[in-house]
């Protein structure tokens, strides 16, 4: 009798645990019915997807570990949940569309300790863990996978520089590097990968991965062992920096704390997002990162002037047929003011160099510059002044800097080298567009992570780098034309960059060389002049010389004209990797297209059907018979729109097509 009430007992007990840990699922669909993604809790919290009926990600594991040893994940059991639909239109301060659709339905899943959130999206879906603490708390790690089904090919953006002794010294990094294709087994495992990454499965639909609303946690790295399994990384948070690198103006963490992010009370974890495109255009237009941001407070943000920049570091500050010495001196930005103003161009920037080398204080101008004399000249010209911040300088004194500069009439700040994602470094971005917002000033994020929803939460930060850009042409030789229509593919799909186009002296594969103090660019000049039109950058510089401009009167006056910002965006026809076309609508109705070409040459039939039925006439600019052997070579061509609505273009080697469309 005894035996059998214990094992009654045991089976009792038995059942309560398979109860316990028996699992729930949950399944969250786009509005379209097409992305399904399904989250099962039980001994693992996990989600998986599919679209249209295939697997793009298998079970995945997700969990966060807390340092007093809470465990959101393995073991969590569900309270309730539920499935909301949402339909909105977002108004953005600064996009490449005056207006964007909100839709999505979420599912939002009670456990004990937290909530899980798990939006879809016709375009994706991301997710999220809100804690239900009452009081700070500290993140010991955060569990990220995707489980791919299979070996698909994937695009790799390595960090640059990496040893055999751990992921340690890659948390510093310029968030810079060609991508590597291959597939997900072979990845490097000694090495990180930033994002945004993509993967594309064997029926071409794009899986690119980045995150959104990060304002105070570490930003996520990936990582594969030779499976087809990616695991999240991050980067502990600091707990001491030391002052170091490029002209003392960098931040080493030199000691690092036993946990990833302290956390406030109920504090949101950034949103894991994955964009899902079955054509890889659509990845050329797409704004599920900006969607998941926190909204910007109610602030008048009118002040936000988003423009172009005649800059000057690029071109090494290189003119001629002047008659004084060109260099970091006043008489060589009254140049640059004065080509900007005559040329409608908003802002020009004083890049490194006008203050003092290595003092890392931006108290301390140069004896050649007078910036209240240049602030001065350049609002007589209605031009705005935009200065060049190392992080560590700008990082001493925030506030005072900027209300010092904001007061002089400076517009903005060009903050660069800060070169790392942890919290300390992420925390330092809010805090920055917190304070210059306070006092009206741009803020361009150089030597920065991607952009990850900072640019929705707070406009003033207008642009950030966080891209492989033309700057790396004055001295490196890596294939930049293959690397110009990878980008608008998966970099692009975050937000905005500081990609510094604008190149007047072009050369063909061939004849590509480095150049510092006079660069050229690998490619024609109409892959330049379409730059303006694919790459989003609201704030986006002109980067070679006043004076190659002023030789170049068309090209020059094209780009002067195009906007950078618009109220419509079209991804009209693309392939990673080959080429891009992207149209734009202007806020005066006017339509501007760009087709950047890789090293293959080809033509392409445009169906330019976004412009209805009304007539139009045309301005293009496209690559000239000879571009293939001489890439400066171009024909500009006039005309009006066939009705037919279809044209056939002709992109040489690395070329280009750029064209303006008015009403007739």
């Not at 995150?211 to 991050?234: A, F, H, I, R, W």
């Not at 640059?336 to 101008?365: K, M, T």
């Not at 891209?467 to 293959?482: F, I, S």
Request: hydrophobic residues 40%; negative net charge.
């Amino acid at each position: 009798m005894k035996k059998l009430i214990l094992t009654i007992a045991a089976v009792i007990m038995a059942a309560g645990l398979t109860a316990y840990a028996a699992p729930s699922a949950w399944t969250v669909t786009s509005p379209d019915g097409k992305i399904s993604v399904r989250v099962a809790s039980g001994q693992k919290l996990t989600y998986s997807v599919a679209y249209e009926g295939e697997q793009l990600i298998g079970e995945s594991e997700i969990s966060v570990k807390f340092t007093d040893g809470t465990v959101y994940g393995a073991g969590s059991k569900a309270r309730k949940a539920r499935t909301v639909h949402v339909g909105e239109t977002i108004t953005p301060v600064i996009l490449d569309k005056a207006t964007l659709d909100n839709t999505y339905n979420e599912l939002i899943v009670d456990f004990k300790t937290f909530v899980l959130k798990v939006r879809a999206y016709d375009e994706g879906f991301a997710w999220r863990f809100v804690p239900g603490n009452t009081d700070v708390a500290y993140v010991e790690s955060e569990q990220v996978e995707f489980a791919f089904p299979g070996d698909w090919k994937t695009w790799i953006p390595y960090v640059r520089d990496f040893d055999d002794k751990g992921f340690k010294s890659q948390f510093h990094n310029s968030f810079e590097n060609y991508y590597t294709v291959t597939t997900l087994s072979g990845w490097d495992s000694r090495r990180l990968a930033f994002l945004p990454l993509l993967v594309q499965s064997p029926k071409g639909v794009n899986v690119c991965i980045s995150e959104s609303d990060l304002l105070n946690y570490p930003g996520l790295y990936l990582n594969g062992q030779g499976g087809t399994t990616l695991k999240g990384v991050m980067a502990p948070a600091p707990r001491t920096e030391k002052q170091g690198g490029h002209n003392m103006l960098e931040g080493f963490v030199d000691v690092a704390e036993d946990y990833i992010a302290k956390i406030g009370a109920g504090e949101a974890l950034p949103w894991r997002v994955v964009m899902v495109a079955p054509e890889d255009r659509q990845l050329a237009d797409i704004d599920l990162v900006y969607k998941l941001a926190s909204a910007p407070d109610s602030r008048d943000w009118s002040w936000v002037k988003p423009g172009k920049v005649a800059w000057d570091w690029w071109n090494d500050w290189n003119l001629y047929g002047v008659d004084f010495k060109s260099g970091i001196n006043n008489d060589t930005y009254k140049y640059y003011i004065d080509f900007a103003s005559e040329h409608g161009i908003e802002y020009v920037i004083l890049d490194e160099g006008w203050a003092v080398n290595r003092a890392a204080d931006l108290f301390q101008v140069v004896p050649e510059i007078d910036l209240k004399e240049l602030c001065a000249y350049a609002d007589s010209k209605n031009v705005g002044l935009i200065l060049w911040a190392g992080y560590w300088a700008f990082n001493k004194d925030i506030e005072g800097v900027c209300r010092h500069y904001s007061q002089m009439g400076i517009k903005g700040f060009k903050v660069d080298f800060m070169n790392r994602d942890d919290q300390g470094m992420v925390a330092f971005y809010t805090k920055s567009a917190e304070i210059a917002a306070k006092y009206n000033l741009l803020l361009d994020f150089h030597g920065a992570f991607k952009p990850a929803g900072l640019m929705r939460t707070w406009p003033n930060v207008i642009n950030c780098e966080g891209v492989n850009g033309l700057e790396q042409m004055k001295w490196g030789t890596g294939d930049q034309v293959t690397y110009d229509v990878t980008i608008p593919f998966i970099r692009y799909a975050a937000g905005p960059a500081d990609y510094t186009q604008g190149a007047m002296r072009n050369a063909t594969r061939r004849n590509f060389k480095p150049v510092n103090s006079e660069p050229m660019s690998p490619g024609t000049r109409c892959h330049q002049l379409a730059e303006y039109m694919v790459f989003d950058a609201p704030l986006t510089m002109l980067c070679d010389s006043p004076s190659n401009y002023m030789q170049e009167k068309e090209c020059t006056e094209f780009i002067a004209a195009v906007p950078t910002v618009w109220n419509k965006t079209v991804a009209l026809d693309g392939k990673v990797g080959e080429y891009v076309v992207v149209a734009h609508q202007a806020a005066d109705g006017s339509w501007w297209l760009g087709a950047l070409n890789g090293w293959t040459a080809r033509d392409i039939t445009l169906d330019l059907g976004f412009l209805e039925n009304r007539l139009y006439n045309f301005e293009a600019f496209q690559d000239g018979v000879n571009a293939h052997r001489a890439a400066r070579d171009y024909k500009k061509v006039t005309g009006s729109v066939p009705g037919s609505r279809k044209v056939t273009i002709h992109l040489a080697p690395g070329g280009g097509y750029a064209a303006h469309y008015t009403l007739h």
